[in-house]
């Protein structure tokens, strides 16, 4: 905007574009709710008071609050495309997310990151990339791509690149790997964005010293302290798989709120259609005893001061004009969304039509070579092994030292003490690798499930009761192009394909959450116990989360940070 022009506004000696009158304003820099009428010109709030308009909207006393910024997710992990996910959470009120296309970087690297950028330039939504520091993650896996500190540099000179995304690897940080340092070193003057669970004292203070600002991976009160007092902003979680928020709750203060923020994370259909977006997490943090404005903050100012974003985040003079209308203070889905002063949203649906998509869309993205039933086998070592635990609503896993079914020379699912097998298969460059292992807390009974989403290179990963059906998921993903299956005696029971990329569907999100529904449903008749088992199974495969995960290279132990046998010898 041109700074003579703004003034002229401002002053009234020209008309505003829109006058919202009669509104009360949520102010989340003063902290006072006052009535207020709005002005704004050309995309920007240019005063408060009476100005000549060319429009003019009476709100009748309805709340005006900011757009709601969304500080860290994983659109990937809507299994919808980003054009799909906006019209899905900009009539909820969010009109800015702060993207980590890790995923499918993971899978297509940078051109996968610029499909992600492209695609959203069709929607009203603002958009801002942080750049994967981790593709991949870790050595002990196999990833479609790889991110070095030069392309990183390269990528942060692009105007939408507004930071380095979290640094999962945090012991390279705290032993200095050179490639994670260089990475770091490419990131100086930008935002870094952390991924240290579980890290405390000396260690913590090292991985914060290296530039590292925020962390969304706190799972308990004293290090959530810990974080804030070393200087972290805290992202409080609550995705659809890591629920933090109710268990970090009690660290918020008056002092402190200013630096800290809520974040989603990773977010299925379901939850997105059913629960909503940054609307719900208001209402949790309200719900849990919260004043409404410093909830708004959390979604609001704080994430925008953090990110940099000096004209977002708030309803005031010189910020874009991106603002939600609330009918009351008890239901945080808005009556109304505008975006840079034009109305887009109404009563839940999006207003502004949005032109299809032209680029190019990254299909055709699972490539295994031939796999064969013998693979899933595995030859009985010991007479035990170490089994991954998983732990309903959080993505950590326990490791367990447990006794394996063993018939002859060969190792088994045993249903009767719910540990069954898992494999995970290499799908980006036709190594053949096949990771195999034993997990605990499914509850399947029958068949087998397989999902092309698995954090975080994506490569195939299946759990099941027996070879057969696990060779036959894998080929249905493969024939599919990715996506997410049951099968029972050979046969699809039900699938979800996910063709774009094996991360994504361009179908609208409400369809995905029916189809999603559907394969939970068959999954729980095969005796599943877990509420979203494909989360769930999605993180199995995530060598950074401890303590024990599985990759195509085989079992790893997080805490030790290196691939260790299946087998524990007696």
């Not at 709120?257 to 909503?276: A, C, F, T």
């Not at 096949?434 to 397989?450: C, R, T, Y």
């Not at 189809?515 to 999954?523: N, P, T």
């Not at 990759?551 to 524990?568: R, S, W």
Request: proline share 5%; net charge negative.
């Amino acid at each position: 905007m041109i700074k003579e022009e703004f003034v002229q506004a401002a002053i009234g000696e020209v008309p505003v574009d829109l006058l919202l009158k009669n509104g009360k304003l949520i102010n989340v820099l003063s902290s006072r709710i006052v009535q207020v009428d709005v002005a704004i010109y050309k995309g920007y709030v240019v005063g408060f008071g009476d100005y000549k308009s060319k429009e003019v909207i009476d709100l009748k006393g309805k709340y005006i609050a900011p757009g709601f910024i969304e500080g860290h997710i994983h659109i990937e992990s809507s299994m919808v495309t980003p054009e799909r996910f906006a019209l899905s959470v900009v009539p909820r009120g969010t009109t800015t997310v702060i993207a980590d296309p890790h995923e499918i970087a993971n899978v297509l690297g940078i051109d996968g990151i610029k499909y992600m950028v492209e695609s959203a330039k069709i929607v009203p939504l603002n958009l801002f990339i942080m750049i994967p520091s981790c593709v991949p993650a870790t050595s002990m896996e196999t990833s479609g791509a790889v991110l070095d500190h030069k392309t990183i540099e390269i990528l942060l000179k692009e105007e939408w690149a507004i930071g380095l995304a979290e640094m999962m690897n945090f012991p390279g940080v705290i032993y200095r790997d050179k490639e994670v340092m260089a990475k770091l070193k490419a990131a100086n003057g930008k935002v870094i964005d952390g991924h240290a669970p579980m890290l405390r004292g000396k260690e913590l203070s090292a991985y914060i010293g290296a530039g590292i600002r925020s962390d969304h991976e706190t799972i308990s009160l004293e290090e959530a302290q810990e974080k804030l007092d070393k200087g972290m902003f805290l992202m409080i979680r609550e995705g659809s798989t890591a629920k933090n928020l109710k268990t970090l709750f009690p660290v918020i203060t008056k002092e402190n709120n200013w630096r800290i923020m809520v974040v989603s994370d990773d977010l299925h259909p379901e939850d997105i259609v059913e629960k909503g977006h940054l609307d719900y997490h208001i209402s949790l943090l309200i719900k849990e005893g919260l004043d409404v404005i410093t909830a708004l903050k959390m979604v609001t100012i704080n994430p925008a001061t953090y990110f940099r974003l000096y004209d977002l985040g708030a309803v005031a003079p010189g910020y874009r004009a991106d603002m939600v209308i609330l009918s009351d203070l008890e239901n945080f889905t808005p009556t109304m969304v505008i975006k840079d002063g034009e109305k887009v949203a109404e009563n839940g649906i999006l207003l502004k039509s949005v032109k299809p998509f032209k680029g190019e869309i990254p299909e055709n993205s699972v490539f295994m070579g031939t796999v064969t039933p013998d693979q899933f086998r595995i030859p009985a070592k010991s007479e035990k092994a170490r089994v991954i635990e998983v732990i309903p609503g959080q993505i950590i896993t326990k490791q367990k030292i447990l006794p394996i079914k063993i018939e002859g020379d060969v190792a088994l699912p045993d249903l009767d003490k719910d540990i069954l097998k898992v494999a995970v298969i290499e799908r980006h460059k036709e190594t053949g690798n096949i990771g195999l292992g034993f997990v605990k807390g499914f509850g399947l009974k029958k068949g087998a499930i397989a999902s092309s989403v698995a954090h975080d290179s994506h490569n195939i990963v299946i759990i099941g009761t027996n070879d057969m059906d696990m060779f036959y998921a894998a080929m249905e993903l493969a024939s599919q192009g990715g996506g997410l299956v049951a099968i029972e005696d050979g046969a699809v029971i039900d699938v979800l394909p996910l063709p774009i990329a094996g991360l994504m569907s361009d179908k609208p999100v409400e369809t995905l959450k029916d189809q999603l529904k559907s394969l939970h449903k068959a999954v729980r008749e095969m005796g599943c116990s877990l509420p979203d088992p494909f989360m769930a199974m999605s993180f199995i495969a995530l060598p950074v989360i401890p303590e024990l995960k599985i990759t195509d290279k085989g079992i790893v132990d997080v805490n030790k940070f290196e691939i260790v046998e299946l087998f524990v010898k007696e």
